[in-house]
């Protein structure tokens, strides 16, 4: 069974920085790409950032230069590091795993982590 189990979210200040985790199980993580997405309230879904299976990264026009995704395949866990966090970052964060990162496409997702920054 595909699991997924996003952490790491919580209250920070304007400026802050916050570390979020996605630890997997039940399938071959290195062969996935796991993307990071987010919900803000009233708002849609949207993609933040993606690594794929062979490492290329791509990012949200307003993240980048301050967001960074990383992966460890030998831990089976990814990360979303944030810096400088802003206000309009407050959402509930996703990870999610598919064959390529087509944010539209994601099959698999775990439960979200909160994310909260005040100004």
């Known amino acids: 069974e595909v699991q997924l189990q996003a952490s790491g979210g919580g209250l920070e200040q304007f400026g802050g920085s916050l570390r979020l985790s996605c630890a997997a199980s039940?399938?071959?993580?290195?062969?996935?790409?796991i993307g990071w997405f987010r919900q803000a309230p009233g708002k849609e879904r949207e993609g933040v950032s993606c690594i794929s299976s062979d490492g290329t990264i791509y990012y949200k026009d307003s993240v980048k230069g301050r967001f960074t995704i990383a992966r460890d395949n030998t831990k089976k866990t990814a990360y979303l590091q944030m810096n400088s966090l802003k206000p309009e970052d407050t959402a509930v964060y996703y990870c999610?795993?598919?064959?390529?990162?087509?944010?539209?496409?994601?099959?698999?997702w775990g439960q979200g982590t909160q994310v909260t920054v005040s100004s």
């Open positions: 039940g399938f071959t993580f290195y062969d996935y790409a």
């Open positions: 999610a795993a598919d064959d390529t990162c087509t944010y539209s496409h994601f099959m698999h």
